[in-house]
């Protein structure tokens, strides 16, 4: 006997199934223990994989397949022992081999990875046997005398309990020998057992579940509307692995999405590779423009590609582009595409928050504003804005709503200034989750020319807009045939022409309803759906070629 030697039995028991033939029912397109042939191939030759069974159709498929198999249609378990039951057949197998690892095909979500790598942790630790094990927190009760009496509280150590997945024992463990030093192996992900048909659905979900990567941007100088669309994305197609590639100085963005419990890491090489090593079925990138050289991998690599506001040389490469803040398109080549590339507000994808919210009655005294520059805010136009509206505010009896985000890096100074100017009807908000209350109740806002256009728009709020650069100046939606006094790049903050645009809103209420008028003609309520309904037509795609 050669104590290198490893082998993988798997019993398949047909009698001791909980889903009548499930053994031989395909599950996510494969048969239970064609899935556990294959995941015991990655590990072993087929020589070395023995099926235990009581059935001839499962002894054919085992024949075909070219692995091992002991067949005796008498057998049956009778208890959870597994290496009890299986004792003399394990004992026979010690003879040619120092290891048996017990594989359950019921666990289908274990992957040839899992078994090397328990299997190197039963090496390392010299143990006797090595036992799947996941860890649970419950309190458990006993019941005595028909009453409940508690056994271990919730409070108390956290309980791990087998998984049926795997076993790994040496053989002279079992010839006469003890078993004395058993570790176990954590496999909290994987280690859900099909014991029902709830469990069965379960697997057969998780088995099809594609890998989603999106590529974010957001920081300072770009603001953080990439990052809130792509988390909004990720929420719709939660039935999928998700993970998050954000760029080299996207440190903000990163931290943002990471708090949302979504796998996040931040580019260390080249882009490409940082993606391309998660092994994508697509790819979303939200970062603005895409060079071409990185498209040009993801292709390579026959992965289908979604790009958000991307008007770059690597555009032309992508599968679909939705650049849903450009009204039209910046290029001659992409608007030969209308197909692939989508332009305009009808592919603006409002946010839940915002389809449950009460959009604003149009007042002619007006009662509140917002002032919010997005999620950074550089120039601090916030502040700015504040100090040219707020006495006027003060002399009309206008409360104030101040909302910055994230990324705003001047937040003390606002809020000593705003302690300081001491108005009972100013309220500032910083980071705020629901935008949608903060704009409940406005009638008028002074904003940056960003993706909270779109959501002031389906508010019915008139707003002043100010483009903090040249791209934003491209977002064309926020013009006055959409409800919005645009007055422009403001490369240097003009107060005078901001307050003057202000009082005209403010007291002159016809031209307020104007603008309130041609907002409510717009909707962009079943939007997302469309956007997300093509997303996930590609992964679908992907998954059938």
């Known amino acids: 006997m050669t104590e290198t030697r490893r082998c993988i039995v798997i019993p398949a028991i047909k009698k001791n199934a909980v889903i009548p033939d499930q053994l031989v029912k395909r599950l996510a397109g494969v048969t239970l223990i064609q899935r556990a042939i294959d995941t015991a191939r990655g590990v072993v030759p087929a020589h070395d994989v023995v099926v235990v069974t009581d059935s001839q159709e499962i002894s054919l498929i085992c024949e075909r397949n070219g692995v091992r198999v002991h067949y005796n249609a008498g057998l049956r378990f009778t208890s959870l022992d597994i290496i009890t039951e299986m004792k003399s057949i394990l004992r026979e197998l010690g003879n040619d081999y120092g290891h048996i690892i017990i594989y359950r095909a019921?666990?289908?979500?274990?992957?040839?990875?899992?078994?090397?790598?328990?299997?190197?942790?039963?090496?390392?630790?010299?143990a006797d046997c090595l036992v799947t094990v996941k860890s649970v927190r419950h309190r458990i009760w006993e019941v005595h005398q028909g009453r409940l009496e508690s056994f271990m509280s919730e409070d108390e150590s956290e309980l791990?309990?087998?998984?049926?997945?795997?076993?790994?024992?040496?053989?002279?463990?079992?010839?006469?020998?003890?078993?004395?030093?058993?570790?176990?192996?954590?496999?909290?992900?994987?280690?859900?057992?099909?014991?029902?048909y709830q469990d069965w659905w379960l697997c057969e979900r998780l088995l099809t579940q594609r890998r989603v990567v999106f590529v974010v941007a957001?920081?300072?100088?770009?603001?953080?509307?990439?990052?809130?669309?792509?988390?909004?994305?990720?929420?719709?197609?939660?039935?999928?692995?998700?993970?998050?590639?954000?760029?080299?100085?996207?440190?903000?963005?990163?931290?943002?999405?990471?708090?949302?419990?979504?796998?996040?890491?931040?580019?260390?090489?080249?882009?490409w590779e940082d993606v391309l090593a998660l092994d994508p079925d697509l790819v979303i990138n939200d970062m603005l423009d895409t060079p071409r050289e990185y498209m040009e991998h993801l292709k390579a690599a026959n992965i289908p590609v979604v790009n958000f506001e991307d008007e770059g040389p690597g555009s032309v490469l992508a599968d679909q582009v939705v650049n849903a803040l450009y009204e039209e398109p910046q290029n001659e080549t992409n608007g030969k595409q209308?197909?692939?590339?989508?332009?305009?507000?009808?592919?603006?994808?409002?946010?839940?928050?915002?389809?449950?919210?009460?959009?604003?009655?149009?007042?002619?005294?007006?009662?509140?504003?917002?002032?919010?520059?997005?999620?950074?805010?550089?120039?601090?136009?916030?502040?700015q804005t504040l100090d040219t509206v707020e006495p006027l505010c003060r002399e009309r009896g206008i409360a104030i709503r101040v909302v910055t985000g994230p990324g705003y890096?001047?937040?003390?100074?606002?809020?000593?200034?705003?302690?300081?100017?001491?108005?009972?009807?100013?309220?500032?908000?910083?980071?705020?989750?629901?935008?949608?209350?903060?704009?409940?109740?406005?009638?008028?806002?002074?904003?940056?020319?960003?993706?909270?256009?779109?959501?002031?728009?389906?508010?019915?709020?008139?707003?002043?807009?100010?483009?903090?650069?040249?791209?934003?100046?491209?977002?064309?939606?926020?013009?006055?045939?959409?409800?919005?006094?645009?007055?422009?790049?403001?490369?240097?903050?003009?107060?005078?022409?901001?307050?003057?645009?202000?009082?005209?809103?403010?007291?002159?209420?016809?031209?307020?309803?104007?603008?309130?008028?041609?907002?409510?003609?717009?909707?962009?309520?079943?939007?997302?759906?469309?956007?997300?309904?093509?997303?996930?037509?590609?992964?679908?795609?992907?998954?059938?070629?």
């Open 106 to 126: 019921s666990c289908p979500l274990l992957t040839w990875v899992d078994i090397d790598d328990a299997y190197k942790t039963f090496l390392e630790d010299e």
């Open 160 to 196: 791990v309990v087998e998984s049926k997945a795997l076993i790994i024992v040496k053989s002279d463990a079992l010839d006469g020998g003890t078993i004395r030093h058993t570790v176990p192996y954590f496999l909290n992900d994987r280690a859900m057992e099909i014991n029902s």
């Open 218 to 271: 957001g920081y300072p100088a770009i603001g953080m509307g990439h990052v809130f669309r792509s988390l909004m994305l990720a929420h719709e197609i939660a039935n999928h692995k998700v993970f998050f590639v954000c760029t080299k100085e996207s440190e903000l963005a990163a931290s943002n999405i990471a708090a949302r419990d979504y796998k996040t890491v931040i580019q260390q090489g080249e882009l």
């Open 338 to 383: 209308p197909e692939r590339f989508l332009y305009g507000h009808k592919y603006f994808c409002l946010r839940d928050e915002f389809l449950q919210a009460e959009q604003n009655a149009f007042r002619p005294a007006p009662k509140c504003i917002l002032i919010t520059f997005g999620g950074t805010d550089m120039p601090d136009y916030t502040r």
């Open 409 to 545: 890096a001047h937040r003390d100074e606002l809020v000593r200034h705003i302690k300081a100017l001491g108005n009972p009807l100013l309220r500032f908000e910083y980071a705020t989750n629901i935008m949608s209350r903060m704009m409940e109740g406005v009638d008028l806002a002074i904003c940056s020319a960003g993706r909270t256009v779109y959501e002031l728009a389906h508010m019915h709020i008139p707003s002043i807009v100010l483009a903090q650069h040249e791209r934003e100046a491209r977002h064309t939606f926020a013009r006055a045939d959409h409800g919005f006094a645009y007055m422009g790049i403001m490369r240097k903050f003009n107060a005078g022409r901001l307050r003057k645009v202000f009082v005209e809103l403010i007291d002159e209420p016809e031209r307020r309803n104007v603008l309130y008028q041609r907002q409510s003609r717009i909707h962009f309520e079943k939007n997302k759906a469309k956007v997300v309904s093509g997303i996930l037509k590609l992964l679908k795609k992907e998954k059938e070629s």
